[in-house]
């Protein structure tokens, strides 16, 4: 088992909602002084940070996206979601989950990611 690991839809049609899935195996998202991050690439392009929930469960969203966008977290699963509603072509790309060290405010842990694609 990798240490985060992305899960969901690898197909989601233009105005629905996609919802992915981060397991964490490589420690508890409640320990202190993390960020769970959602990041994506999509292709020929930089990539992009969305969203992070911190430790206490407190979250911010990148701008550009908040009023599409929400981060949650199931403590007991050990699990980061990402939904994204209203989804289009432009949204096709490689969804990434990370961590990072509030303290550092660096990543130091990435997911394998997951390709998502938005087509009819």
């Known amino acids: 088992q990798v240490p985060l690991q992305e899960s969901g839809p690898g197909l989601v049609k233009p105005s629905q909602t996609l919802s992915l899935t981060c397991t964490v195996s490589?420690?508890?998202?409640?320990?202190?002084?993390?960020?769970w991050s959602w990041v994506r690439r999509p292709p020929g392009r930089e990539l992009e940070w969305m969203g992070v929930?911190?430790?206490?469960?407190?979250?911010y969203i990148s701008p550009s996206l908040k009023s599409r966008t929400s981060i949650s977290r199931d403590t007991t699963k050990n699990q980061i979601s990402l939904q994204l509603r209203s989804v289009t072509p432009e949204d096709t790309a490689v969804y990434y989950c990370?961590?990072?060290?509030?303290?550092?405010?660096?990543?130091?842990?990435w997911g394998q990611g997951t390709q998502v694609t938005v087509s009819s």
């Open positions: 990370t961590r990072s060290s509030i303290a550092t405010n660096r990543y130091d842990d």
């Open positions: 490589g420690g508890s998202i409640t320990a202190g002084y993390r960020g």
């Open positions: 929930i911190a430790y206490d469960g407190s979250t």
